[in-house]
């Protein structure tokens, strides 16, 4: 249809054009290299060894992200293999004969790196502040890796109890084990119906040569897919790719084929979990086709009717009659056939036998009840502005053409949203009602059924004949570059005052121009005082959590439709004396934004029904969180010391008090404190990205004028005060993971002479892949999945708090205890050497070269800025204070703050 509405003369010249820019890349190309296909400026390459390159260049933002995808996850195990794809992940992180510790390398330079393994693929991706220098040198560890990984008997006995902590982390978590075990149920024979963690017996007894034999297996050129996106030289970058991969040869193995076929489900399937903790839950799954398949787009729209919230008919059947207290719903896009997914969390007491009843009729019933245009249209627009937001970033680009290289073909990621554009009400209407059948259905209970309706034998499509002749939106543009240094930064951006009759509006505007137009703006409006605040404090958090229910014009439907419409992304947020909007958008919607979320504000009419279910919500999350291992200990050690009375904002409450609090609201609280604090006169609004500077100064304007003036705000301190060190030992039971947290008081502000040395020593201690925590428990003792330092500092006044933290295995406490205090005592002793100081410092600097680079960070920087009356100067200050640390200016800072044994803790676990 496109090339008769192009025309003949039209088409021949694109065709013209088309070939002499693939003539003059293939001129240029690097020996060895062939280009493959190109789409929206995405390019396919191919090495003679097999490996595919995709280059995927944007100008606009000063980051680079490469991502490299190993065809290989859990569905390619054999029996008692079960794990081994994810343990290979970790693996490859231990080394090669020459990077011994890739991640401490990966933190040493800058670079945020990791990986991740799902049942069709491994990848490992790293972003960082584009440099050649970089991308050459995480390029060349890429190709070393590929075929010089140690897999060595020692490494995997030291990462054996970091992965054991993951497993047990996720078994935490009951709504994830729910899922595991029902697409244990859903899947007769394929690898799908296993975990892709595997299986502890299997993980524990791996044979480190099989586990060598299936690496030399998979990784290795052909198999294998690199991504390179974001801001780059692409011909030098395939120059460098060359040089890394080029020598690498083509294997001569031939890789096993995969021919497992997963029956059609002849009759439901049922799963009962029975664990300690946690909320009920409900749920049910049904086979439904591959992510390349053409149905697929039209049974993830069809989801998304049923599982959006306010809008699916899940939430409409099931939160407003008590049977829920939320619902959801997800697609698993595979590149075989897989699974969709749709469930509720209940409150203690709801009918769970009706609420499955009900969750299940309201999903079959489609053919009943058939969906209309206003919900494929509404279902659409959402699927659409998720795809635009991804597609205007270059690290998510990278991650999503992963996955679509996972499930077979990385221009699947344009073709769905091509499917998703044109997907019809008929074609929708006919995908629910063809999988989402009785017999089709994993969930609580198997019931034979006489004759049953049966879906259709799913394969995969041939994708060859799929893309034959794809060429993509051809409206694709590329963005212009920006360099994100603090001066230009500051230079670019435009801070004013609007002196409105009712207050003022301090701004910070910066215009830029943005891979898909786009902008990120956040808007804060402050009031009151802690005085004014008393005994309000869940009133104040609900009153901001509803702002988008409804309006006196507009119901939570249509609030949600309209930023659907425009394609953006809003949320409101806030408590105590503040309320924040952030907006993701097309930049020429910014302005009716504006207008839509200062409405919302203003006129938010808190309906009695959203008031409820608010209430419902916030009760189930509370009652979850008592069972939680973190969220017990983290508690604990914030209400220790806490001199608040219990009436003041800053008061932390227990568990059961805050239950006893949020019992307690009522919708004329909610609409009183909104009409008596609520109001222009403290509004701060900051923007960054392509849009109208003077459009958006309008809409603002416009959507102040004649708004109460709210009470004179004052900022709601939080002084320095010695804390009590003391351990506190809180029980768990039945829970596999446990949770350490300690945390002391520090008289120091940002503005101190000793902010950058603690800043620097904070990084070096706990927050880096060499960090002394993580090298020693993680990397050494292999105790924990995840341990951390963190330094929170006031702006305001000599306030800060130093927190270490680790999640591990209840066995190991002892362990574990002693080796967070043998490092913080060596730290407080020994302090850090000058190595350590310079690698740390060339680190840190990347890191916040790359924070400056992301939109979204800049805009909410700049409205931090606003209220303290800062610019970027102050942080190229920061940056200059840390290029000239010395270790002896670092560690005097340290022997004067880290007394370690002035730290309070929390340990929470089934011991």
Request: no cysteine.
């Amino acid at each position: 249809m496109s090339i008769v509405l192009w025309g003949a003369r039209r088409l021949l010249a694109g065709l013209a054009a088309g070939f002499l820019a693939f003539q003059t890349a293939w001129a240029s190309l690097p020996k060895g290299l062939e280009q493959v296909a190109v789409v929206e400026g995405i390019t396919e390459y191919r090495l003679h060894n097999g490996l595919r390159v995709l280059l995927a260049p944007d100008q606009s933002k000063p980051t680079t992200t490469v991502n490299m995808t190993y065809l290989v996850g859990s569905r390619h195990e054999s029996y008692g293999q079960t794990g081994m794809a994810h343990l290979l992940e970790h693996m490859l992180f231990k080394g090669t004969p020459t990077v011994r510790n890739a991640l401490g390398e990966f933190s040493r330079r800058g670079l945020q790196a990791n990986g991740s393994t799902s049942s069709d693929r491994t990848n490992y991706f790293a972003s960082f502040a584009a440099d050649p220098e970089t991308l050459d040198w995480y390029l060349g560890w890429q190709a070393d890796a590929m075929v010089n990984s140690l897999i060595a008997r020692e490494d995997l006995d030291s990462e054996m109890t970091v992965v054991r902590n993951e497993m047990e982390s996720g078994e935490n978590n009951p709504f994830r084990i729910l899922m595991q075990k029902m697409q244990a149920a859903a899947y007769q024979w394929h690898n799908y119906g296993k975990s892709t963690i595997g299986a502890r017996s299997d993980v524990e007894n791996v044979d480190v040569a099989q586990l060598r034999e299936f690496y030399h297996r998979y990784y290795q050129p052909d198999n294998a897919v690199l991504i390179v996106a974001g801001q780059f030289d692409p011909q030098a970058a395939l120059q460098s790719i060359a040089r890394a991969f080029g020598k690498l040869p083509r294997p001569e193995r031939e890789l096993p084929p995969l021919y497992t076929v997963e029956p059609v489900q002849d009759g439901e399937r049922a799963v009962t979990l029975r664990r300690t903790g946690g909320t009920p839950l409900v749920a049910a799954m049904y086979h439904i086709p591959a992510a390349a398949s053409p149905d697929f787009a039209a049974v993830e729209l069809a989801a998304q009717i049923l599982a959006d919230t306010p809008s699916g008919r899940l939430y409409r059947e099931m939160v407003p009659n008590r049977l829920a207290a939320a619902t959801f719903g997800f697609t698993m896009d595979q590149h075989d056939p897989g699974l969709v997914m749709f469930g509720a969390q209940l409150q203690p007491g709801m009918p769970q036998d009706k609420a499955l009843a009900t969750l299940t009729d309201t999903l079959e019933s489609v053919g009943k009840n058939p969906f209309t245009q206003e919900e494929l249209d509404r279902a659409r627009s959402q699927w659409l502005s998720a795809w635009e937001q991804a597609y205007s970033d270059p690290e998510q680009v990278g991650v999503a053409l992963s996955e679509a290289i996972a499930a077979g073909d990385w221009r699947l990621f344009f073709l769905q949203r091509d499917r998703v554009r044109g997907a019809t009400l008929e074609q929708v209407q006919q995908a629910a009602e063809t999988y989402l059948l009785q017999s089709n259905r994993t969930q609580g209970r198997y019931i034979p059924t006489d004759n049953p309706v049966r879906t259709p034998l799913l394969r995969a499509p041939d994708l060859g004949e799929v893309f034959r002749d794809y060429q993509g939106d051809p409206d694709f543009k590329q963005a212009e570059a920006f360099d994100p240094t603090p001066q230009n930064i500051d230079s670019r951006t435009e801070r004013k005052t609007l002196n409105l009759p009712n207050g003022e509006v301090r701004l910070a505007l910066l215009p830029k121009a943005t891979r898909g137009g786009r902008v990120q703006a956040a808007l804060e409006i402050n009031f009151g005082d802690a005085d004014m605040l008393g005994g309000q404090r869940a009133v104040a958090s609900a009153v901001a959590d509803l702002l988008d229910r409804g309006t006196d014009k507009l119901s939570r439907q249509q609030i949600r439709d309209r930023i659907d419409q425009l394609r953006a992304d809003v949320s409101f947020s806030g408590g105590g004396t503040t309320v924040s909007v952030n907006i993701s958008a097309p930049g020429e919607n910014l302005p009716e934004l504006i207008a839509l979320a200062l409405d919302v504000v203003r006129n938010a009419s808190f309906p009695q029904s959203e008031v409820d279910e608010y209430v419902r919500q916030a009760l189930t999350s509370v009652r979850s969180a008592m069972t939680e291992p973190t969220a017990l200990a983290s508690r604990a050690l914030a209400r220790h010391g806490n001199p608040w009375p219990r009436a003041d904002i800053r008061y932390v409450p227990t568990f059961e008090e805050n239950i006893k609090e949020i019992e307690s609201l009522t919708r004329k609280a909610l609409v009183d404190f909104h009409a008596n604090m609520y109001g222009a006169g403290a509004v701060r609004f900051s923007a960054v990205g392509d849009f109208d500077p003077q459009a958006a100064e309008k809409a603002l304007a416009e959507g102040l004028a004649g708004w109460r003036r709210a009470p004179a705000y004052t900022r709601v301190s939080n002084p320095y005060r010695e804390v009590e060190p003391r351990q506190f030992d809180i029980d768990t039971p039945d829970k596999a993971n446990a949770f350490y947290i300690a945390a002391r008081p520090l008289p120091l502000r940002d503005t101190d002479p000793d902010f950058a040395p603690l800043y620097l020593a904070n990084f070096l201690l706990g927050t880096s892949e060499t960090s002394r925590l993580w090298t020693r428990v993680r990397e050494q003792e292999g105790l924990s999945y995840n341990v951390r330092s963190n330094l929170s500092v006031s702006a305001y006044e000599p306030s800060a708090t130093w927190t270490v933290y680790a999640i591990f295995a209840p066995e190991n406490r002892k362990r574990l205890e002693s080796a967070m205090s043998e490092e913080l005592a060596r730290a407080a002793r020994e302090g850090f050497t000058e190595a350590e100081v310079k690698d740390g410092v060339a680190a840190l600097l990347n890191y916040r070269r790359l924070a400056r680079a992301q939109d979204s960070v800049l805009a909410s920087t700049w409205l931090s800025y606003l209220e303290r009356g800062r610019t970027f100067a102050w942080s190229a200050d920061i940056d200059r204070q840390l290029q000239a640390l010395t270790a002896e200016r670092v560690n005097e800072a340290v022997r004067k703050y880290l007394d370690p044994e002035g730290f309070a803790s929390a340990v929470a676990g089934d011991f």
